[in-house]
């Protein structure tokens, strides 16, 4: 008998364990800061997020060649002129050039002279010479007794005169119809020797001749049939642009 009754009571503890069918199940106690919990039957249909991670540094392969140049693309807008920039050191002298062929350097010259005396009259007139000394390409018309410029250029001039006793000598050198430089004498008991030069920048068709000043100015110029007197002479210095 009591073996029996120690045997029930050993067996009460589990029978109080076991939960009632009729009960439901009791909750878990939780916080509020916990986050809730997935039901179970959601949970089995849900597909997690998966990420695929690659290493660039793995898969980076070599360089490749270089390309083909492209196509020049269209000129941009012109900027603005910048300032001028300083001024470079002086360049070493250069060597000097071989010689130019003599039969294509540009020449002109001429010198003339007149054997017969000249009085003024009421109008200017040109002198003009009768022998000819050099009138190299024929520059120098003996008719009109002027130079005529077919090279344009730098040109030297000189003209050579002699007095006439007590009598004034009064001539220009004449650029076209304008007045370069005069070649003057006062009366004098004795004749003497006069000159004159110039240098002038001469355009092509320029004229260049000697004038004696009309007769309100009593003036002449000697010479004689034996000897010459009267010279006028001109050549070429530098061409135009060298």
Same mark, same amino acid.
């Given at each position: 008998m009591w073996a029996v009754c120690l045997r029930l009571l050993l067996l009460l503890p589990l029978a109080c364990c076991?939960?009632?069918?009729?009960?439901?199940?009791?909750?878990?106690?939780?916080?509020?800061?916990?986050?809730?919990?997935?039901?179970?039957?959601?949970?089995?249909?849900?597909?997690?997020?998966?990420?695929?991670?690659? #290493?660039?540094?793995?898969?980076?392969?070599?360089?490749?060649?270089?390309?083909?140049?492209?196509?020049?693309?269209?000129?941009?807008?012109?900027?603005?002129?910048?300032?001028?920039?300083?001024?470079?050191?002086?360049?070493?002298?250069?060597?000097?050039?071989?010689p130019g062929d003599a039969c294509k350097t540009p020449r002109s010259s001429f010198s003339v002279?007149?054997?017969?005396?000249?009085?003024?009259?009421?109008?200017?007139?040109?002198?003009?010479?009768?022998?000819?000394?050099? #009138?190299?390409?024929q520059h120098f018309n003996m008719f009109k007794g002027k130079f005529y410029c077919y090279v344009p250029g730098i040109y030297f001039f000189n003209v050579n005169i002699h007095t006439w006793n007590f009598k004034e000598t009064y001539l220009h050198l004449m650029h076209n119809d304008k007045e370069q430089v005069i070649l003057y004498a006062q009366p004098s008991e004795r004749s003497i020797m006069q000159s004159q030069s110039v240098m002038m920048d001469l355009a092509l068709d320029d004229e260049v001749w000697v004038r004696l000043y009309k007769?309100?100015?009593? #003036?002449?110029?000697?010479?004689?049939?034996?000897?010459?007197?009267?010279?006028f002479n001109g050549y070429l210095l530098a061409p135009s642009g060298q």
């Open positions: 076991v939960p009632s069918p009729s009960r439901p199940p009791s909750r878990l106690c939780r916080r509020c800061c916990d986050h809730p919990e997935t039901p179970a039957a959601t949970a089995q249909y849900q597909i997690p997020e998966v990420r695929t991670v690659i #290493n660039m540094t793995i898969l980076k392969g070599d360089k490749g060649d270089r390309g083909d140049k492209g196509t020049l693309g269209k000129p941009g807008l012109e900027g603005a002129v910048g300032h001028r920039g300083p001024v470079g050191p002086e360049g070493t002298k250069g060597q000097a050039g071989s002279g007149r054997r017969k005396s000249l009085h003024s009259v009421d109008y200017y007139q040109t002198l003009v010479f009768d022998t000819v000394f050099v #009138n190299l390409q007769r309100e100015r009593e #003036n002449a110029v000697y010479s004689d049939d034996v000897d010459v007197y009267i010279t």
